[in-house]
């Protein structure tokens, strides 16, 4: 079978209703590179049928910034690693509060307090934390997220009194590959918050980084964690090397090698949100607005936990030029 005739019939596979199964999603990656952007179509008419045409829209903000325990080889925020970049404990509630209405003001549906570190065990930030979160329920119409690293059942219970709807937790990448990634906390760690949070009853956003050094199938094997854990949103970051990390000289990824993994996500996972989040830029560059054409359906706007994006406005912009509605909270409201 041609890769052009393998494409329509696992593109229909999917259209009717059924899943890619391991060796068919590997499949995927060995098909021509001329026939990419016929992987790229099929993949938006899947977007198409099983999300339609919103977009999730999301701003975060880098609310404690640097000093994190864990030697995550790709982090700019590892203390195992010399970025230079700004480091600075937890952001009063005020200053997190303006980060949220700012977030609103640029139209977002969601916003995301993130904090640098391994997780909330023994954290004494987290009560303000929590805090913060309540008062941005109280005097926003945001949706809230926050990404804290990992949790036990208690600190679930309180994030979901506390009002947040989803939480964010990265895989990284496959349990295979992790261990060249991160040796300082395990995948199966991350993975029990991850089931601890959709037993709350609380929606999931983990994805991960590709252009690590992974291989194809671990990219894949990721995938099919995602799928096996019904995780709600999938963040897909590209790496954006850091000078003073662990892999700053890793060779950058080829943009229509992005564009077929994000194909290849969504037909994965069909019903999901495939988000656009970090590194877009760089990697893609004029690129960008195609990965709305290849099964994206979320994604970050604004700025980033330690490098700038394009901006809200740019991004909107994107999204709508293309024919596609941004869910923000001013809409809801």
């Not at 990634?181 to 609380?202: M, N, P, W």
Request: aromatic share 6%; hydrophobic share 40%; glycine share 8%.
């Amino acid at each position: 079978m041609t890769s052009y005739d393998l494409l329509f019939s696992l593109g229909k596979k999917v259209l009717d209703g059924g899943q890619l199964s391991f060796e068919e999603a590997i499949s995927l990656t060995t098909i021509d590179a001329s026939d990419i952007p016929i992987l790229l179509g099929i993949a938006n008419k899947v977007r198409e049928k099983f999300t339609g045409n919103m977009v999730d829209t999301c701003q975060i903000v880098n609310a404690r910034s640097g000093n994190c325990s864990e030697n995550c080889k790709f982090c700019a925020q590892s203390a195992h690693h010399d970025t230079k970049i700004e480091t600075y404990p937890l952001l009063s509630e005020d200053a997190i509060l303006g980060a949220a209405r700012k977030a609103e003001s640029d139209q977002a549906y969601r916003f995301c307090v993130v904090t640098a570190g391994c997780g909330m065990h023994g954290d004494s930030d987290f009560d303000q934390i929590l805090s913060a979160i309540r008062r941005i329920g109280d005097e926003t119409t945001l949706e809230r997220c926050c990404s804290l690293g990992t949790l036990n059942e208690d600190h679930v219970a309180a994030l979901k009194a506390a009002g947040i709807t989803r939480y964010h937790h990265n895989l990284e990448t496959s349990e295979s590959y992790f261990p060249y990634i991160c040796t300082t906390h395990s995948f199966q760690e991350r993975v029990d918050t991850i089931k601890r949070i959709k037993a709350a009853g609380l929606e999931v956003c983990s994805g991960g980084i590709i252009g690590m050094g992974e291989e194809w199938r671990h990219r894949i094997e990721m995938a099919f964690t995602l799928r096996e854990l019904d995780v709600d949103s999938v963040p897909i970051n590209v790496l954006n090397p850091v000078k003073g990390t662990a892999l700053e000289n890793q060779e950058r990824l080829q943009p229509m090698e992005i564009l077929q993994t994000f194909a290849i996500f969504r037909m994965i996972l069909p019903k999901k949100i495939i988000r656009y989040a970090g590194g877009r830029e760089q990697a893609l560059g004029e690129l960008v607005p195609l990965g709305f054409l290849s099964g994206v359906n979320g994604m970050l706007i604004g700025n980033y936990l330690t490098t700038s994006g394009r901006g809200a406005a740019t991004d909107l912009a994107t999204v709508t030029a293309l024919g596609f509605q941004p869910i923000h909270s001013l809409e809801i409201a």
